[in-house]
């Protein structure tokens, strides 16, 4: 296992437990102790853990995991909601596009499709994230408008004021959002207000609305309002998802399709 890979897996398990000890993590890694010893170490000089006697815990309470640390957990059913997401989009149509892992394999699963091969332009995409205007912008079939804003070094997204001029003279067709929480009272959620925020003036520039997301974000409630039920008309998630939730959702106006 690489260093790399090594340290998104030893993140991944601080966020889950808020916990790790040495031997805990050498074993469920399968390196030494000693390994594990100096990638902690090198972590808590970047300031992404904390290190305490004989292990480390995550900074605070509530963690976001920075997006270039996150691993493929969970990679087989991001790929399918993507898919099914990037069905949705008609050729010709303008596609908001939030940041997140589900929404950069959303892009991915556009780009790959036959029928958006060519046009004048095939699609329209619109997107606050960095990293998903630098995979699409070398198809010259799709048109990509990136807002304005700061960087957030967690999600790779643009956030501020500066996106409000952008986003205030555009219309879409479909605004796809990658959420950290989705609950049927609360409705959907991020980490940070600012780029809530953002998120919020995609969907209220779209005439539909698709959220993207696994079922273990479902009935969750994270810190930042992105919009309430209401206004989302799909949810495509995974077929994890228990009939419960699908029927809550359904019943306040939501059609869900599980992949």
Same mark, same amino acid.
């Given at each position: 296992?690489?260093?790399d890979?090594?340290?998104?897996?030893?993140?991944?398990?601080l966020v889950e437990?808020?916990?790790?000890e040495?031997?805990?993590?050498?074993t469920?890694l /399968?390196?030494?102790a000693a390994?594990?010893?100096? $990638?902690?170490?090198?972590?808590?000089?970047?300031q992404?853990?904390?290190?305490?006697?004989?292990g480390a815990?995550v900074h605070?309470?509530?963690?976001?995991l920075?997006l270039r640390?996150?691993?493929?957990?969970r990679?087989?059913?991001?790929?399918?909601i993507?898919?099914?997401?990037?069905?949705?989009?008609?050729p =010709?149509? /303008?596609?908001?596009?939030? =940041?997140?892992?589900?929404t950069t394999?959303v892009?991915?699963?556009?780009a790959?499709?036959?029928d958006?091969s060519?046009g004048?332009?095939?699609?329209t995409v619109v997107?606050?994230?960095?990293?998903i205007?630098?995979e699409?912008?070398v198809?010259?079939?799709?048109?990509?408008?990136?807002t =304005?804003?700061v960087?957030?070094?967690?999600?790779?997204?643009?956030?501020?004021p !500066?996106? $409000?001029?952008v986003?205030g003279?555009?219309? !879409?067709?479909?605004?796809? !959002?990658?959420v950290?929480?989705?609950?049927?009272?609360h409705g959907a959620a991020?980490?940070d207000?600012a780029?809530?925020?953002i998120?919020r003036?995609l969907?209220?520039?779209?005439?539909r609305?698709?959220?993207?997301a696994?079922?273990?974000?479902?009935g969750q409630?994270?810190?930042?309002?992105i919009?309430?039920?209401d !206004?989302?008309?799909?949810?495509?998630?995974?077929?994890?998802?228990?009939?419960?939730t699908?029927?809550r959702f359904?019943?306040?106006?939501?059609r869900?399709l599980?992949?």
């Open positions: 296992m690489s260093r890979a090594r340290w998104k897996a030893l993140l991944e398990l437990r808020g916990r790790l040495v031997e805990e993590a050498a469920e /399968a390196v030494s390994t594990i010893r100096r $990638d902690f170490d090198q972590l808590a000089e970047q992404m853990l904390v290190r305490t006697r004989g815990v605070g309470v509530s963690y976001e920075p640390y996150k691993t493929a957990r990679a087989s059913e991001k790929q399918r993507a898919k099914a997401v990037a069905d949705l989009v008609a =010709g149509e /303008a596609v908001g596009l939030t =940041g997140g892992t589900t394999e892009a991915r699963a556009l790959v499709r036959g958006l060519t004048s332009p095939a699609l997107t606050n994230a960095l990293n205007a630098n699409l912008a198809r010259p079939q799709f048109k990509i408008v990136v =304005g804003g960087a957030r070094a967690q999600s790779y997204e643009l956030i501020g !500066l996106a $409000d001029g986003l003279q555009i219309t !879409l067709d479909v605004a796809v !959002l990658g950290v929480a989705f609950d049927v009272t991020a980490h207000e780029e809530a925020a998120n003036l969907c209220e520039r779209a005439e609305v698709v959220v993207a696994d079922s273990s974000k479902l409630r994270a810190f930042a309002r919009c309430g039920t !206004l989302v008309n799909t949810l495509v998630t995974d077929t994890a998802v228990d009939g419960e699908v029927a359904e019943e306040a106006g939501v869900v599980a992949v």
